[in-house]
């Protein structure tokens, strides 16, 4: 990503919300959805041009899990952490990724394919465990099925 892109971007999310009350989550969204994720150059630019501090645009974007402050991976896989999915088997999903990725939440392999990241209930609780591949959705998922979508995106990013 070049600094021309995401200046573009993030001009373009001041421009369309920076007069607004509260116009500093759709700013954050709107740069997390071009760019994957809010570069630090961008959190100074943003708050001084909505007149908030450095901090304040932070402890926004660390509130929310949604928000990223890291380039993500190729590939991001996200395990529902919430209760239905905790009681119907995320936990053993959740070890063996972080055990077979060697990462933990919020990290990215070395080689920089995959990203992994807690989510808070995907509104899928009535097949859980639930995880998101790359935004889309996945139900009932187990420890082996988890094992052939990490091989598959890990040859994906090799083709
Ligand atoms: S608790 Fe996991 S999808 Fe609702």
Excluded: W
Excluded at 19 to 47: C, K, M, N, W, Y
Excluded at 77 to 86: G, T
């Amino acid at each position: 990503m070049g600094n021309t892109e995401y200046q573009a971007v993030v001009s373009s999310a001041l421009e369309k919300h920076s007069r607004t009350e509260g116009g500093l989550l759709p700013i954050l969204h709107e740069v997390q959805d071009a760019l994957g994720f809010i570069p630090s150059d961008a959190i100074d630019l943003i708050g001084k041009t909505i007149n908030r501090s450095r901090a304040e645009v932070h402890g926004v974007i660390s509130f929310y899990h949604h928000f990223r402050s890291h380039k993500p991976g190729e590939h991001i896989i996200q395990v529902c952490r919430s209760e239905a999915c905790q009681a119907m088997g995320a936990v053993g999903v959740i070890e063996n990724l972080k055990d077979k990725l060697k990462i933990d939440f919020h990290e990215t392999t070395p080689d920089g394919k995959i990203t992994l990241e807690p989510i808070y209930c995907l509104g899928h609780c009535a097949c859980a465990p639930a995880v998101m591949i790359d935004g889309v959705p996945k139900a009932k998922m187990s420890v082996a099925r988890m094992n052939e979508i990490v091989d598959e995106l890990r040859i994906k990013h090799d083709d």
